[in-house]
C-alpha cells in the first residue's frame, strides 16, 4: 500500500496525478435520522436506518485513520449529528489525532449545555443551517415547528462560547425575496462567515425542482444583492455564493473533482466519493468495517472510476476546461442522461443544455408545486403555503 504520510495535496498535483494525493476533508454521515424535513436534502432518497450506523469506536477508528491519511477537515454531519449521544467522544477522537472539526447542523436538538460539552470535547466550528428568516416559513419549509425561533437561540450560544459561527442558507424560490434580511441576520448573530447557496438538484430536491426552481430574474437579482453585501460587509462577513446549474454558463467541479479532494462516509460506514454518488450504476462501495480508509481512497473501485480525465468523452474530452470543472457532476449527468460518462448538462457545450435549461425556465413560471417531504420510511406530503 502507498505510504499515505507522505502524499501531496491537490495544488501540488495534476488530474493525472490525482491518484495519489491526500484528501482535504472527510465529510462523515453520522447518522441519517433527523428532526427537519428540509426538500432540498442532500442526503440519498433511501436512507440508512439506526441499526445499521457504525459504533463509537468504528468512528472513533475513521478519525484515527483520517488523520494518518493526511485528511485536515472532519465535516460532522447527518442526517442531524447531535441526534447521537456519542458525538463527544468522536470529536474528542478526532481533536486528538489533530483534526479540525466542523459540527453541520440544524441546531434544532442542541442545548447550550451540551454545545459546552462539544468545545470542551474540541469542536472547533459550527455550522448552522437555516430555511429562512421568516419564521413561519421556516418552519414550513423545515416542516418543524418552532425551529427558526430555536436555531437563533444556537446561533447567540455558538458566538457566546466565542466558537467560530457558518450561517448556512439554502436558497430557493420559496424564501429569495429574503436575501438581504438573511445577510442581516447572519451579521446580528455575529457569523464570521454566510453560504447562500441555491439548491443543487439531486436526491430529494430533484423531486421538488419545480416547488424549488427560482425564475432567472430573481437569480439573477441575488447576484446583484450578494455583490454589494460583499463589499459592504468587508472584513465583517464573508459570503459564500453557490448559482444554480440550471442558469450558469459552466458546470463547478463538484466535489472539486471525483476523488479529488473529499471522502464520504455514510453511516453504515460506506465510501463515497461524493454523497449521491449511489445513485449511479456500476460502482462497488467499500466499507470502512472491512478495507482500510487509505486503500479505499487510493484503490477502491468507485473511487478510481471518475478520478482524473480518462473516463471523459467529447465535448470534455478535448475541453481547456477539463481540469477546471472535471465535466461537472457525475450524478447530476446520469440523473438526467442516464450515463454517467456524459457532459453536465449544466454545460452549456452539452448538446443536451437547450432543453434541460428551458425546463427550469418553464417549471419556475408556474406556480409551485407543494413540496413532498419525506420521514425515515415513509413519504409524506404536505401542503405549501
Ligand atoms: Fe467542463 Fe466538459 Fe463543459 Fe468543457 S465541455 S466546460 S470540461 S463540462
Ligand atoms: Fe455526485 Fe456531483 S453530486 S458528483
Redesign the pocket.
Known amino acids: 500500500m502507498t505510504d499515505v504520510t507522505t502524499l501531496p495535496r491537490e495544488e501540488e498535483t495534476s488530474a493525472e496525478e490525482s491518484c495519489a494525493r491526500a484528501p482535504v476533508g472527510l465529510l462523515a454521515e453520522l447518522t441519517h435520522r433527523c428532526p427537519l424535513q428540509c426538500p432540498y436534502c442532500s442526503n440519498p432518497v433511501d436512507l440508512e436506518r439506526v441499526n445499521t450506523e457504525l459504533s463509537t469506536e468504528e468512528w472513533q477508528s475513521v478519525m484515527r485513520q483520517a488523520a494518518e491519511l493526511g485528511i485536515l477537515q472532519i465535516h460532522l454531519s447527518g442526517g442531524e449529528p447531535t441526534a447521537r449521544r456519542d458525538l463527544e467522544a468522536i470529536i474528542e477522537t478526532a481533536a486528538e489525532v489533530g483534526l479540525y472539526t466542523n459540527l453541520i447542523t440544524a441546531g434544532v436538538l442542541l442545548t447550550k449545555e451540551r454545545l459546552a460539552k462539544l468545545q470542551e470535547a474540541g469542536l472547533d466550528h459550527v455550522q448552522l443551517s437555516i430555511q429562512d428568516v421568516d419564521p413561519e416559513n421556516a418552519d414550513r419549509i423545515g416542516a418543524y415547528k418552532g425551529g427558526a425561533k430555536k436555531k437563533h437561540e444556537v446561533a447567540k450560544w455558538v458566538r457566546e462560547l466565542d466558537m467560530p459561527l457558518t450561517v448556512n442558507a439554502p436558497l430557493h424560490r420559496q424564501n429569495i425575496d429574503n436575501l438581504p434580511a438573511i445577510i442581516d441576520y447572519a451579521v446580528e448573530v455575529g457569523a464570521g462567515r454566510l453560504e447562500v447557496a441555491h439548491i443543487q438538484y439531486y436526491a430529494w430536491a430533484l423531486k421538488n425542482r419545480a416547488a424549488l426552481m427560482p425564475t432567472e430574474e430573481a437569480f439573477s437579482k441575488t447576484v446583484e444583492i450578494v455583490k454589494e453585501a460583499k463589499e459592504r460587509l468587508k472584513g465583517i462577513l464573508v459570503i459564500d455564493f453557490v448559482v444554480p446549474d440550471y442558469y450558469a454558463k459552466?458546470?463547478k467541479p463538484c466535489m472539486g473533482g471525483w476523488g479529488r479532494g473529499i471522502i464520504n462516509v455514510t453511516p453504515s460506514g460506506r465510501v463515497l466519493p461524493c454523497h449521491a454518488s449511489e445513485s449511479l450504476p456500476g460502482l462497488q462501495f467499500d466499507n470502512v468495517k472491512e478495507r482500510p480508509l487509505a486503500d479505499i481512497w487510493l484503490n477502491g473501485q468507485a473511487f478510481e472510476i471518475y478520478r482524473g480525465t480518462d473516463w471523459m468523452k467529447e465535448?470534455?474530452k478535448s475541453?481547456p476546461?477539463?481540469e477546471i470543472?472535471f465535466?461537472?457532476c457525475r450524478c447530476q449527468a446520469y440523473a438526467l442522461t442516464g450515463d454517467a460518462t456524459n457532459?453536465?448538462p449544466a454545460?452549456s457545450?452539452?448538446p443536451l443544455h437547450e432543453n434541460w435549461a428551458k425546463v427550469a425556465q418553464e417549471e419556475s413560471h408556474k406556480a409551485a408545486p407543494e413540496f413532498v417531504y419525506r420521514r425515515m420510511g415513509k413519504t409524506q406530503v404536505t401542503v405549501n403555503k
Do not use: A
Request: net charge neutral.
Open positions: 459552466y458546470p465535448p470534455c475541453c476546461r477539463k470543472d465535466g461537472g457532459t453536465d454545460c457545450l452539452s
